[in-house]
Nanobody, 117 residues
Framework: QLQLVESGGGLVQPGGSLRLSCTASGSTFNRYTMGWYRQAPGKQRELVADITSVAKTNYSDSVKGRFTISRDNAKSTVYLQMNSLKPDDTAVYYC???????????WGQGTQVTVSS
């Protein structure tokens, strides 16, 4: 059973930084788009950023200039560097690996990010 394991969440003060990681086991993911989503209490899950198999990136307007997504195919890992964090960034963050080529879609279990003083 393929698993996505996330790490790096936690509590941080406004203006601080965190780096999230998501690693997959069991296969290679060169043809997958990797992404990060988040869901705050009472809100719908939303895309934060994603990165295609050719390293094309896409960011939501709310995180542009503050967050950076990257991937390491050799490690089957996607990262999200989050800088200048705001209280509005507080949410559960989920990673996602998806491939239209293979018809597959995998989600991580979520990691809590709390931005508070």
């Amino acid at each position: 059973q393929l698993q996505l394991v996330e790490s790096g969440g936690g509590l941080v003060q406004p203006g601080g930084s965190l780096r999230l990681s998501c690693t997959a086991s069991g296969s290679t993911f060169n043809r997958y788009t990797m992404g990060w989503y988040r869901q705050a209490p009472g809100k719908q899950r939303e895309l934060v950023a994603d990165i295609t198999s050719v390293a094309k990136t896409n960011y939501s307007d709310s995180v542009k200039g503050r967050f950076t997504i990257s991937r390491d195919n050799a490690k089957s890992t996607v990262y999200l560097q989050m800088n200048s964090l705001k209280p509005d960034d507080t949410a559960v963050y989920y990673c996602r690996f998806s491939s239209t080529y293979y018809g597959r879609d995998y989600w991580g279990q979520g990691t809590q990010v709390t931005v508070s003083s």
